[in-house]
């Protein structure tokens, strides 16, 4: 009974030594990682609102300072084609043009219709002469160039109802003025926002 007693004495403080032998030992393998420090810089869109109008040799010259019509001839129609460009480098964007200065005096035509160019832009919210915000069919994606989109419309036309007399002009017997026509561009991000907030931003900014 007494060597059964040594022997598992002696059993038990190999087990000991053993294990305070592993526990002075043990270390963790560990390293510090770098740092990655992110850096956030916000896009831009940018825009100039263009046309071309008569002049140059080709007939047409691009103009983004506006241009006086003199001496219209009711229902001829002059050259004029308003357009959007998006500067180079600007973020996706939604493209819009806003028209006034309409009053049936002067309508807008493309091709040999009259209205706007139904092709590419589609009527936001428009009012019968034609005043209001147009938004271009595509997003004008980002580029390290300038990118124009098409025309809005490209002639314009004195009504050939207009009757010009001693009192002035006149329309159905009403005296009218021919308004100056005022086309400014508008852009905004298309990256987050859906057409409906973009038409409402667009809206808003004029």
């Given amino acids: 009974m007494v060597k059964n007693k040594k022997k598992i004495s002696v059993i038990v403080a190999i ?3 053993a294990a305070i032998g592993i526990g002075a030992t043990l270390a963790y393998l560990s390293d510090t990682a770098n740092t990655v420090t992110n ?6 869109v940018e825009a100039e609102t263009w046309e071309k109008v008569p ?12 241009f006086s019509y003199e001496d219209m001839v009711p229902g001829v129609a002059m050259d004029k084609a308003p357009y959007v460009k998006v ?3 600007s973020v996706d964007a939604y493209v819009y043009a806003n028209i006034k200065g309409l009053n049936g005096v002067i309508q ?13 832009w589609t009527a936001v919210a428009v009012d019968q002469f034609g005043n209001g915000l147009y938004r271009y069919n595509a997003i004008v994606e980002s580029n390290t160039a300038n ?22 002009l006149t329309l159905d017997g009403e005296s009218v003025t021919a308004d100056d026509l005022i086309i400014q561009g508008f852009v ?14 667009a809206l808003a900014a004029f």
């Fill in 15 to 17: 087990f000991l030594i």
């Fill in 39 to 44: 850096a956030f810089t916000v896009g831009d």
């Fill in 55 to 66: 002049g140059g040799e080709d007939g047409l010259v691009d103009n983004e300072e506006g």
């Fill in 87 to 89: 500067l180079a480098d």
């Fill in 108 to 120: 807008i035509m493309y091709g040999e219709n009259e209205g706007f160019n139904t092709d590419d």
């Fill in 147 to 168: 990118v124009s989109t098409t025309c809005v419309f490209d002639f314009v036309k004195l009504n050939r109802d207009i009757e010009n007399g001693d009192d002035g």
């Fill in 188 to 201: 905004i991000q298309a990256a987050g926002i859906d057409i409906d907030e973009a038409d409402k931003a």
